[in-house]
């Protein structure tokens, strides 16, 4: 009986190797998943399953391609024409999203601003009660509350006008908002709604974008999903988030970005569009003269290339010669990263995080995971900030010129496997705005206080390094 036991134990040792050794991971993460498959043989299998390999993402990516290649071949080609008439100034973030995330540069754009809630619903609202042709939207949490409700009404009263509605949303990041009922008396009424990768085995690959696009000519990205708490907060907790309205050029960009999206999760040949790809992409109409580009990762990127998100910041981060100023509410970034912040600021360049001080979720998971990667920077003379209520901003302000506002959260999710979208504008103007944005938040802020943190306890700073073995899934 035990030597059947041993051969059980070497053909396992066996698929251990086969499973790890051919994966596309890093070194350090194959042997983290070598040490758990080898002393968690049932449990590590399992978890292995569902969130170390990358196997079933990658068959669903070809088995997608090859399905509905003609038409990720069609958007590419009709986004192009739109940046052919657009001269991009001598920039090597410009270039770099470009050449390496697909990203065209569009220099007719207008954008709004918004921090809160308030604001950015009514405008949306507004908007969407004044669509004509059809309103894409899509949101990784829709909340079965007021603002909730209020978006599928006005949803449903638009498609009682005929208009195209169509609503994508992230099977994970729904699953408890009691959300279902609400979806489903959109399709009653005409409405199309598809979820985002519901299988089991993809429960580690989310996709975590806030998008909406109005007739192909306004379009809406940031930080912001639908619910009450982006308006009223959470426990007392003001909400501070940023969010864009655009319109120009660069719409054209996030409605490829959609409809990508779209197109992967429909399961039949027809994607169910009413009109040709063509139709959603008027003209734009817009006077504005900002320069700007759409930066999105995903498993149906151009050319394929990986860690898009990560690369592409840690290409903006390197260039800087005075300042980069970050608004994150979850820390735990790439060693690439890492090591260009501490870099920067060993340097004289004026580096500086504002995290979250609460969250709305796990905030002892998140602090203590924040604190680990922290600690590695202090003293580097980079400059830390805590917003005393709920920071859920995600933007990044490079020297006088550069600003990146949208999904990425600066963690291993965002920069390396959830499907993410941010805008980068290249304008003075528009970071001297929102620098004042900043420096107003910084009111509401704690800076660290550098000695104590140092001095912290040894139990605090092992359960800093416990938690920070979950950073690659916050």
Known sequence: MRSIHYLIYICYLFLIIFLIFFDRKKPMQRFGWILVLIFLPG?????YWFIGSDNFIDYRKEKIRKRHGDVFQELEEIVDETGRSFVAPSSQGIEFHQKYCGSIYTQDNDVEIYTTGSPKYSQLFRDLEEAQDHIHVQYFTIHNDEIGRKLIDTLIEKVNQGVEVKLLYDSIGCLLTLVPPLLMKLKRSGGSV?????????????????????????????????????????????????????????????????????TASTKQADIGLRNELRHYFPLADSRGNLGAQVVASGVYSRNENEGIMNLSYFNLISQAKKRVWIQTPYFTPS??????????????????????????????????????????????????????????????????????????????????IDDEIYMYFESKELAAEYEQIFNHDLEDCLELDYVKFRNQNLISRATESVMSFFSPFS
């Open 43 to 47: 449990v590590g299998l399992l978890l």
């Open 194 to 262: 598809l979820s985002i990768r519901p299988y089991a085995r993809a429960i580690n690959y989310r996709n975590h974008r806030k998008v909406v696009i109005i007739d192909g000519k306004i379009g809406y990205l940031g930080g912001m999903n639908i619910g009450e708490r982006y308006t009223y907060g959470v426990k007392g907790k003001k909400w501070r988030d940023t969010h864009v309205r655009i319109t120009g050029s660069a719409v054209h960009d996030l409605q490829k970005v959609f409809l990508s999206d779209w």
């Open 335 to 416: 060693e690439t990263i890492l090591h260009t912040l501490r870099t920067l600021a060993t340097l004289g360049v004026d580096v500086r995080i504002m995290t979250s001080l609460s969250y709305a979720f796990g905030g002892l998971f998140h602090r203590n995971m924040n604190n680990y990667f922290l600690r590695r920077l202090v003293g580097s003379g980079v400059r830390v900030f805590r917003y005393k209520d709920i920071m859920h901003a995600k933007t990044m302000l490079i020297d006088d010129y550069a600003l990146c506002i949208g999904t990425v959260n600066l963690n291993g999710r965002s920069l390396e």
